[in-house]
Nanobody
């Protein structure tokens, strides 16, 4: 199973970016999908997640600015980031809890990370 993230880049403060992540491989079911971010010297932190029922959760720092969505049929998750701030600069990682076959436990999978830089 692979998670392929895309959409990072350089944007000015107040701008927008959209991150996407696609899961591929032998997958029976995906429960929660989400995005984390990490800056040098800091722990990886949760940005947002969405479960298979569509329920979402956001870090306080991004509420009202970011929106997470997913396409269950395509095994993709997206993160629309608006009103970006320099503090949002980080490497963003997608994450998914995936069940590989019937009766198996879920395992966590990670994408390769995509850099988001917010700077003028």
């Amino acid at each position: 199973v692979q998670l392929q993230a895309s959409g990072g880049g350089l944007v000015q403060p107040g701008g927008s970016l959209r991150l996407s992540c696609a899961a591929s491989g032998t997958i029976f079911a995906i429960n929660t999908m989400g995005w984390y971010r990490q800056t040098p010297g800091k722990q990886r932190e949760l940005v947002a997640f969405i479960n298979s029922g569509g329920a979402t959760n956001y870090a306080d720092s991004v509420k009202g600015r970011f929106a997470i969505s997913r396409d269950i049929a395509k095994n993709t998750v997206s993160l629309q980031m608006n009103s970006l701030e320099p503090e949002d600069t980080a490497v963003y990682y997608c994450n998914a809890w995936i069940r590989l076959q019937v009766g198996s436990f879920e395992s966590a999978f990670w994408g390769q990370g995509t850099l988001v830089t917010v700077s003028s």
